[in-house]
Nanobody
Framework: QVRLVESGGGLVQPGGSLRLSCTAS??????IAWFRQTPGKEREGVSC????????YYRDPVKGRFSISRDNSGNTVYLQMNNLKPEDTAVYFC???????????????????WGQGTQVTVSS
């Protein structure tokens, strides 16, 4: 079973940037999605990148601000977050599924694995 570890979270001012990393034990044939969750709310899909054609998907509020990419040789998927807003504050998780982003943006799909999460706080 693939194992995932997120990193790169932190405290940033509005308008700032962060790059999150999701490092996998293996990215072979795995699509990777990023989700976020705030207290009392359901986990929501933010972005996903497929394994084969690296097709990317984004939640509407982050389009044009967030960019997902993958480094297969380094078994890492990145989420570059620019022009961050206070409403982006959440715990960010990555999840893996085979080949495509078929389950995205639902957190209830048959995801193969989840990471432990990394906190992102956008505040002045």
């Amino acid at each position: 079973q693939v194992r995932l570890v997120e990193s790169g979270g932190g405290l940033v001012q509005p308008g700032g940037s962060l790059r999150l990393s999701c490092t996998a034990s293996s990215l072979d044939n795995m699509a990777i999605a990023w989700f976020r969750q705030t207290p009392g709310k359901e986990r929501e899909g933010v972005s996903c990148i497929s394994a084969t054609d690296e097709k990317a998907y984004y939640r509407d509020p982050v389009k044009g601000r967030f960019s997902i990419s993958r480094d297969n040789s380094g078994n890492t998927v990145y989420l570059q977050m620019n022009n961050l807003k206070p409403e982006d504050t959440a715990v960010y998780f990555c999840a893996a599924e085979s080949l495509t982003c078929a389950y995205y943006p639902s957190p209830h799909g048959r995801w193969s694995a989840w990471g432990q999460g990394t906190q992102v706080t956008v505040s002045s």
